[in-house]
């Protein structure tokens, strides 16, 4: 009979509605979760039958079922923090994470380093990154992000790099290792380490052997000197510095140079001298040492050694890469955020606590660094917010209210109709 036929209808419009009711609850009740992304009911008509067969023609409908949930994978809004483990993505993909169903993937960014010190999530899952090897390099190797130790050793220093000015109006002066300071041109001191991070104050000694040649003494107290005497300065390195006519450094040319520190220092350790790019190495000179008319100064010294160093603070940069910065004045790459990318992503399947896993819809995950192939930016201090808008989902409950109340007239109206049907018998 048609009537029950349209009981049948209505009830198919309460179930569908109802059902809808419940993915719009869902996406207002996760307006401040962090990462979340919306859903949408997606609904379909049900045929039941055609007046004239598989021809066509006039066909009767049976209702309506929900036919899919959509996730809307749109951007939510970028909120700043001050947390330095706060991360967030601009653009595409998603962190990847060990859950213990297995790989899982969010845009949830809201991280600390537990008592490991391994970067984990809010349920203590572990984040993926890219390690950076011993030299503080990225490397293509991905595992879990972990602080590792958090002392580094010393390094030897194995370059200086001067800039400088020697004045060309200066007298000649015959040099004696006993009287340095008052037998030289002009002196310098700069502070280098030995291979077990001993500070060694190094003196650096000019006199002008003729016009446009100098020579350097690099030297020591004695007392720094293995063999050396208290007082006495030990030369450890030596070279000549030539400057053409314009006064622009020509040519460097090496002596000796071997530095024989005490206390439990390598012996002959090379230290490397370089006072800018010189015109016999490809340079213009402009921005090497130089030999004018005016007063001999130092405008810039550098040092590539340090003695061992504790962390002392931590901090992500907008590239994703972990830096960690250290009480002797260095800063070295520790990892980088790695993010997953997908074909599809709106194939992922929810499993819950603002994760994804894969599925056969949304294909297999590509991992690579921020801003590579379309992966999204790394915000760091940063989280994204939820991408639900509270106005559109009031406006997308009334709908389903009055779409609902609908349906429930038409039951209505079906059941005064057979109440008719009833009567007739009496």
């Known amino acids: 009979m048609g009537i029950l036929r349209s009981f049948n209808i209505g009830v198919s419009g309460l179930n569908a509605m109802g059902t809808g009711m419940g993915v719009i609850s869902d996406n207002i009740a996760n307006a401040g979760t962090t990462g979340f992304k919306a859903s949408r009911a997606e609904f379909q008509d049900v045929l039941a039958s055609s007046l004239k067969g598989i021809d066509g023609g006039d066909q009767l409908g049976a209702g309506v079922k929900l036919g899919h949930v959509k996730s809307m994978m749109t951007q939510g809004d970028i909120a700043r923090t001050e947390s330095i483990t706060d991360l967030a993505i601009n653009g595409n993909g998603f962190f990847r994470v060990e859950a213990p169903f297995g790989p899982g993937y969010t845009r949830d960014g809201s991280m600390n380093f537990d008592k490991e010190g391994n970067l984990v999530n809010g349920d203590g899952y572990k984040v993926l990154g890219f390690q950076a090897n011993e030299n503080g390099d990225i490397t293509n190797q991905l595992g879990p992000i972990r602080l590792g130790n958090t002392t580094i050793p010393a390094k030897a220093t194995n370059e200086i790099k001067l800039n400088m000015n020697l004045d060309s109006r200066v007298n000649l002066k015959q040099f004696d290792p006993n009287d340095p300071e008052n037998t030289s041109n002009f002196s310098h001191s700069v502070t280098v380490y030995d291979n077990v ?170 991992m690579g660094k921020p801003g590579e192939a379309g992966r999204g930016e790394i915000l760091a201090k940063s989280i994204e917010l939820s991408n639900v808008d509270i106005a559109t989902e009031f406006v997308e409950l009334m709908k389903a209210q009055r779409n609902f109340s609908a349906n429930a007239k038409t039951l209505q109206a079906s059941d005064q109709m057979l109440q008719e049907v009833l009567s007739i018998k009496r």
């Open 197 to 366: 991070g001993t500070a060694r104050l190094v003196s650096v000694y000019y006199n002008k052997n003729a016009d446009n040649n100098w020579t350097y003494r690099a030297m020591v107290d004695g007392k720094d000197a293995n063999g050396g005497e208290p007082g006495k300065m030990v030369e450890m390195a030596s070279g000549t510095l030539v400057f053409s006519d314009k006064g622009v450094l020509q040519e460097e040319i090496e002596g000796s140079n071997s530095f024989n520190f005490n206390k439990g220092a390598a012996q002959g350790q090379k230290i490397k001298f370089s006072w800018g790019e010189s015109l016999a190495e490809g340079g213009t000179g402009l921005e090497a040492t130089t030999q004018y008319g005016s007063d001999s100064a130092i405008a810039r010294t550098t040092q590539d050694g340090a003695t061992a160093g504790t962390m002392r603070s931590l901090s992500f940069n907008d590239n994703g890469v972990l830096t960690a910065v250290y009480d002797n004045g260095t800063s070295r790459e520790i990892a980088s955020v790695a993010i997953a990318k997908f074909e599809n992503n709106e194939g992922l399947f929810k499993v819950g606590k603002n994760l994804f896993k894969e599925s056969i819809k949304s294909g297999q995950s590509s």
